[in-house]
């Protein structure tokens, strides 16, 4: 019974898992959107701040992407 009640208790947590997976990927995907939109103003913003760094901060952000 006790086993039982572990095997139980290890797919509810599971279950939990994916589920939290899934609303992260749904939130990421949204962050994608607003940072896809953002990304002409930021090109043209840092292009302004310092002309060097623009490249390697761009590759920056689409490697964390």
């Not at 994916?18 to 292009?47: A, G, M, P, W």
């Amino acid at each position: 019974y006790l086993q039982d009640d572990e095997q139980n208790q290890g797919q509810h947590g599971q279950s939990d898992r994916i589920q939290h997976v899934e609303s992260t990927t749904s939130f990421e995907k949204r962050n994608l959107t607003t940072l896809t939109r953002n990304d002409s103003n930021l090109d043209s913003l840092q292009t302004s701040l310092n002309p060097s760094t623009t490249s390697s901060t761009h590759l920056m952000t689409k490697s964390e992407i």
